[in-house]
Nanobody, 122 residues
């Protein structure tokens, strides 16, 4: 089991920046993929950005060029640098991790954090 704790959320004006962090503990040896998801009120949770253990990344189209996902394997921590924030980025942001088995055979994530609120004012 992997425990995840997010931090770095808050209130920011449109055009501003925030950096989210996700610290992992527990059975970290199983972690292959890490990702940030978000859920806005009344909407389904969506994948924002993902990164594998070998550094491959993918992004939701609407955040490409504005958000950057990274991970520090030595610190067991993942980050999401969010620049040029827009009101439509307002949501609760969740980090999640998956084993290689889950990535290749299930397409799902194994552990989730509690979420951190990001609010972008216009």
């Amino acid at each position: 089991q992997v425990q995840l704790v997010e931090s770095g959320g808050g209130l920011v004006q449109a055009g501003g920046s925030l950096r989210l962090s996700c610290a992992a503990s527990g059975s970290i040896f199983i972690i292959y993929g890490m990702a940030w998801h978000r859920q806005a009120p009344g909407k389904e949770r969506e994948l924002v950005a993902a990164i594998t253990s070998d550094g491959n990344t993918n992004y939701k189209d609407s955040v490409k060029g504005r958000f950057t996902i990274s991970r520090d394997n030595a610190k067991n921590t993942m980050y999401l640098q969010m620049n040029s924030l827009k009101p439509e980025d307002t949501a609760v942001y969740y980090c999640a991790v998956q084993s290689q088995y889950s990535a290749y055979f299930r397409g799902s994530y194994d552990s989730w954090g509690q979420g951190t609120q990001v609010t972008v004012s216009s």
